[in-house]
């Protein structure tokens, strides 16, 4: 292999690269991005078994070839070299890196270790634009559970369907569903695609691009298409718990508010909530809601946020408490200048809503409070 190509298309690779790597010790090879040049393209691929990444760049390819280098290494090496052209030059198992006033050998591996990884998008291709699912992977990724004994709960729930596609994810205390349109599918599918990769996917495509994936439940694996990147993942085995028993069939009190102001008051209630296990209580009233939080050490707070409330039941002194960490996420998720909430019970999953989006719902437990 031999090869001319810019520095700051090398470097950006490989920082991207580094990401899907792993440093098991049983498997030194993980630890390697592989590269492979042919056909005027270089193609860096990295893999920890999880996930993987491929990546494809032009350059001036002299002569054909493949091996697999340290990533650390050669990233390390590349990051501290000036803007312009760098030669690559594989000599058996090692890598030449030369530019005009340096040049490095850098020990590899034989390429025939690396694992095999997906180059291309599979035919059951969905397309959707960036922008889009972008904003509905912001919009769920923030209540997938962390808990690695629950493993379904650490990935997004994806049901594709005729016209249609729907990620939900729930750590037990929350949950986010996002509906957007697909065009042409026929056969219902439902997969579970873990958290990592999907935030993989929202910093490495660009808004104005097209992004397109494609499954094999078979595989059991996802791959992801942007412009000169491929990225795959394995999919998450087992069921997903039933989400659609705990959504809220009917509600008794409606409040429409501002979600920038709501935000501040949460966040000010914060403040004491701290001390408190970070619960804070909203009192609903006829034209606001007050949001409190009190700390036995520090002191306590109360704010009014005007509303709209509509109120069925005329039920007064409605109090209900919520961890005011899952509220901060869910306003800081959202893009819209209103929030509708609807409650039916204290001790009933409320339920938050954007009044612009049909299609985005967000289901929050309260926290039991004593009288």
Do not use: W
């Amino acid at each position: 292999m031999k090869l001319t190509i810019l520095q700051e298309n090398l470097s950006k690779s490989l920082q991207i690269c580094s990401r899907f790597t792993s440093m098991k010790v049983q498997l030194p090879v993980l630890a390697n991005v592989y590269l492979k040049a042919n056909n005027n393209r270089l193609t860096m691929s990295a893999t920890n078994l999880e996930m993987s990444v491929s990546i494809g760049m032009g350059g001036k390819i002299t002569e054909g070839g493949e091996i697999t280098i340290p990533v650390r290494i050669i990233n390390d090496i590349v990051n501290n070299l000036p803007l312009g052209q760098i030669q690559l030059e594989s000599e058996k198992e090692s890598l030449k890196i030369k530019t005009q006033d340096f040049e490095s050998y850098v020990l590899g591996m034989n390429p025939s270790d690396f694992p095999i990884i997906p180059y291309n998008i599979g035919s059951n291709e969905i397309k959707l634009p960036s922008k889009d699912l972008l904003s509905a992977f912001n919009l769920v990724l923030f209540s997938v559970s962390n808990d690695e004994t629950r493993p379904t709960l650490t990935g997004v729930l994806m049901i594709i369907k005729e016209n249609e596609l729907v990620l939900v994810a729930t750590d037990g205390f929350r949950l986010s569903q996002k509906k957007l349109k697909l065009k042409g599918l026929k056969d219902e599918v439902k997969i579970i695609v873990p958290k990592n990769v999907l935030s993989e996917i929202t910093r490495l495509v660009s808004k104005e691009e097209m992004l397109s994936f494609s499954y094999k439940k078979t595989d059991k694996q996802i791959v992801f298409g942007m412009p000169n990147i491929i990225v795959a993942s394995r999919l998450i085995e087992g069921e997903f718990p039933d989400f659609e028993r705990i959504i809220p069939k009917e509600t008794k009190i409606k409040i429409s508010l501002d979600r920038e102001e709501f935000l501040r008051s949460v966040k000010l209630a914060s403040v004491f909530a701290k001390d408190a296990a970070n619960v804070i209580k909203l009192k609903v009233n006829k034209d606001n809601i007050e949001v409190s939080a009190e700390s036995a050490r520090s002191g306590s707070q109360k704010a009014k946020v005007e509303a709209k409330v509509v109120n069925e039941d005329n039920t007064k002194d409605f109090v209900i408490a919520y961890n005011c960490r899952f509220i901060e996420d869910l306003l800081n998720s959202m893009e819209s200048d209103d929030l509708l909430m609807e409650f039916s019970d204290a001790n009933a999953p409320g339920l938050f809503l954007n009044e612009k989006d049909q299609n985005f719902m967000h289901i929050i437990m309260p926290v039991r409070i004593q009288d």
